[in-house]
């Protein structure tokens, strides 16, 4: 059974940085797609950055330039690191790993910038 554990929220001024990982238990990690999401209030919860097994990267729009995904598959982890942070970025944000039907999801972690 795959889980995912999320870490690294908090709170942070306007301009500041935050690194979220997350951690995965369960096999197959290394052949499975990993994405960002995340979910403001009032708000549909909307796709980061992803990673695919091969490394290719794909970001929002919103986030280009500022956040930067990346893996580790000898840690089964895939991190977020956040920078220029605004206070637009304030979400619950989710990791979310996919392989083949497979979808699993974190229990999210929350990220709040202030102004």
């Known amino acids: 059974q795959v889980q995912l554990v999320e870490s690294g929220g908090g709170l942070?001024?306007?301009g500041g940085s935050l690194r979220l990982s997350c951690a995965a238990s369960g096999i197959f990690f290394s052949i499975s797609d990993m994405g960002w999401?995340?979910?403001?209030?009032?708000?549909?919860?909307?796709?980061?950055?992803?990673?695919n097994r091969g490394g290719g990267t794909n970001y929002a729009d919103s986030v280009k330039g500022r956040f930067t995904i990346s893996r580790d598959n000898t840690k089964k982890t895939v991190y977020l690191q956040m920078n220029s942070l605004e206070p637009e970025d304030t979400a619950i944000y989710y990791c979310k790993l996919s392989r083949g039907s497979l979808e699993v999801w974190g229990q999210g972690t929350l990220v709040t910038v202030s102004s």
């Open 12 to 14: 942070v001024q306007a």
């Open 37 to 51: 999401y995340r979910q403001a209030p009032g708000k549909q919860r909307e796709l980061v950055a992803g990673i």
